[in-house]
Nanobody, 120 residues
Framework: VQLQASGGGLVQAGGSLRLSCVASGSIFSINYMRWYRQAPGKQRKLVAGITSGGRTNYADSVKGRFTISRDSAENTMYLQMNSLKPDDTAVYYC???????????????WGQGTQVTVSS
């Protein structure tokens, strides 16, 4: 199983980006999917999460600006980021709890990260 994140880039403050994360490989089901970010010299932090049923949660710092969604048929998760600020600059990682077969234990997988840079 692999997670591939994409969509990062350089944007001016106030701009928007849309991140994507595609899961591939031997997948039976995907439970919880999340976006994390890590700024230079700081710990990795949760940005947003979405359950298989579509329930979402967000870090306070991104509420009202970011929207997480998923396409379960395509094993894909998105993060729409609007009104970006320089403080949003970080490497963004996707994470998912995945079962490779029915009744299997969920395993934790991470994508490789995509850089988001917001200039002031």
């Amino acid at each position: 199983v692999q997670l591939q994140a994409s969509g990062g880039g350089l944007v001016q403050a106030g701009g928007s980006l849309r991140l994507s994360c595609v899961a591939s490989g031997s997948i039976f089901s995907i439970n919880y999917m999340r976006w994390y970010r890590q700024a230079p010299g700081k710990q990795r932090k949760l940005v947003a999460g979405i359950t298989s049923g579509g329930r979402t949660n967000y870090a306070d710092s991104v509420k009202g600006r970011f929207t997480i969604s998923r396409d379960s048929a395509e094993n894909t998760m998105y993060l729409q980021m609007n009104s970006l600020k320089p403080d949003d600059t970080a490497v963004y990682y996707c994470n998912a709890l995945i079962a490779m077969q029915a009744m299997a234990v969920l395993s934790d997988y991470w994508g490789q990260g995509t850089q988001v840079t917001v200039s002031s």
